[in-house]
C-alpha cells in the first residue's frame, strides 16, 4: 500500500436525493477517488450522471470506469456522457440480452446499443479475476455457494431461447486497502454473502472493510435480509453503504441490526473510506 494512501467515493446516481440541484432515478453510480486515479463506477440510467457529474465532479477527469452488469440502471448514462473517450471494463457477456417478463411480453432491460456502438467507449473484456491497476481487482464470474433468487421477472435470452437470468456478466470491483477489502457492487444479483464468500477465496486472509453499491433485498422477506445483516455483523464490516435495489425495508432491517455501519446511499453522499 501507499504511504499516503486515500479512498473516498461520490454518489452520483441513485434512487433517492435530498440536495437542491441534483438528481435522483432508479439507477446506481458512483466515482471513486483511490490514490490519484478517478474511477467511475456504473452509469445510471439517464440524465442523472451527467448533471450530477457537472455538479459535484466538474473539476475531475475519469480515468477509466467499470460496469458492474449489463442492465440499463447501471449503463445508459454512458448515453449522454459528456467524454471524449473512456475505457470501460466489463465481464465479457456483458452485451448479454437481460429481459424483463411483464404481464404480456418480455421487455429489453440490458444494455442501450447505442453504447455499446459509440466509438467514445472502449469496452476491455474479462471473463475470471484480475488486477487491472495496482491493488484494484475485477472478481470475474461469481461463484454461488448460498441460494439467492435475485427476482422471478428477470430473464435472459441466449441462442437456446429465454431461461432465469442467473447473471452471467455480473461481477463486482475490489480495492486492497491497509485496513482491509473494499468492494463495490451494482446490483448483488448473485447475493452479498456469495459475492463476499467469493472474493475471500480470492484474496486470502485480508478482511473485509467496507460494501458499497445495491443488495438486491427489495423483494426478499424480512427473515431473508435479517440472515444478510447477521452475516455482515458477523464479519465486522466497518462501513456499508447501501440503497438502490436494497429497498427502504432492506435498509431500515440493516440498520436495524448494524447500527451505525449502515449508511444510506444517496446522491450527493460524499464519504472519505480511508
Known amino acids: 500500500m501507499t504511504v499516503n494512501e486515500s479512498l473516498e467515493i461520490v454518489i452520483l446516481a441513485d434512487n433517492y436525493v435530498d440536495k437542491p440541484m441534483l438528481v435522483a432515478e432508479h439507477g446506481f453510480s458512483c466515482l471513486i477517488e483511490y490514490n490519484g486515479l478517478n474511477i467511475l463506477f456504473d452509469a445510471g440510467q439517464g440524465f442523472s450522471l451527467r448533471n450530477n457529474f457537472k455538479k459535484l465532479c466538474n473539476d475531475k477527469k475519469i480515468d477509466f470506469a467499470v460496469l458492474s452488469h449489463g442492465h440499463y440502471d447501471h449503463s445508459d448514462g454512458f448515453k449522454d456522457f459528456d467524454v471524449s473517450s473512456l475505457d470501460i471494463y466489463a465481464h465479457k457477456k456483458v452485451f448479454a440480452e437481460h429481459l424483463r417478463k411483464g404481464e404480456d411480453d418480455f421487455e429489453f432491460i440490458g444494455v442501450d446499443k447505442t453504447v455499446l456502438n459509440s466509438k467514445k467507449y472502449n469496452f476491455i473484456l474479462n471473463e475470471n479475476f484480475c488486477e487491472i491497476k495496482k491493488y484494484i481487482f475485477l472478481s470475474g464470474a461469481i461463484d454461488r455457494v448460498n441460494e439467492f433468487d435475485v427476482d422471478k421477472n428477470l430473464y435472459l435470452k441466449t441462442e437456446n431461447g429465454i431461461s432465469k437470468d442467473n447473471f452471467p456478466d455480473e461481477q463486482y470491483l475490489v480495492i486492497k486497502t491497509s485496513k482491509g477489502l473494499v468492494i463495490f457492487t ?89
Not at 467496507?210 to 464490516?237: W, Y
Not at 462501513?239 to 432492506?250: A, E, L, Q, S, V
Open 186 to 274: 451494482g446490483c448483488s444479483h448473485s447475493g452479498i454473502e456469495n459475492i463476499i464468500l467469493d472474493i475471500k477465496r480470492k484474496i486470502k486472509e485480508t478482511p473485509i472493510y467496507a460494501v458499497i453499491g445495491g443488495f438486491h433485498l427489495f423483494r426478499s422477506s424480512d427473515n431473508e435480509i435479517m440472515k444478510v445483516a447477521d452475516f455482515l455483523l458477523e464479519l465486522e464490516v466497518k462501513i456499508i453503504i447501501t440503497g438502490h435495489c436494497t429497498g427502504i425495508n432492506g435498509f431500515l432491517i440493516l440498520k436495524n441490526i448494524l447500527k451505525d455501519k449502515v449508511l444510506f446511499s444517496k446522491v450527493g453522499l460524499k464519504l472519505k473510506i480511508i
